[in-house]
């Protein structure tokens, strides 16, 4: 299961937080992964981090984004600054129990979050 928290309102150039929980599965054995669904348009994967840690970006959040988790904790983040308009959507956090691999998709996923709005405007 995972439960994202932390979206929400935030003004061009502001930050905001995500924080996904997850239980069930071996959150150390997975690739977490972060997607997002802009209003009447497709999905589109944004960010994940493998099984041995290393983080991949979509090229339109590079360098405002960063993805982390804590083991420990059964969390993953996804710190976003320098927010813009383009990034209003809702945001989904997603597990698939594999140790490697890109997937875009619900379907290619193991588990798939409710999501949280992120609305960015002033």
């Known amino acids: 299961q995972l439960v994202e928290s932390g979206g929400g309102l935030v003004q061009p150039g502001g930050s905001l937080r995500l924080s996904c929980a997850a239980s069930?599965?071996?959150?150390?054995?997975?690739?977490m992964g972060w997607v997002r669904q802009a209003p009447g348009k497709g999905l589109e994967w944004v960010s994940d981090?493998?099984?041995?840690?290393?983080?991949r970006y979509a090229d339109s959040v590079k360098g405002r984004f960063t993805i982390s988790r804590d083991i420990a904790k059964r969390t993953v983040a996804l710190q976003m600054n320098r927010l813009n308009a383009e990034d209003t959507a809702v945001y989904y956090c997603?597990?698939?129990?594999?140790?490697?691999?890109?997937?875009?998709?619900?379907?290619?996923?193991?588990?798939w979050g409710q999501g949280t709005q992120v609305t960015v405007s002033s």
């Open positions: 997603a597990a698939k129990s594999t140790t490697f691999g890109h997937f875009v998709f619900r379907n290619e996923y193991d588990y």
């Open positions: 069930g599965f071996t959150l150390s054995w997975s690739v």
């Open positions: 981090i493998v099984s041995g840690g290393t983080t």
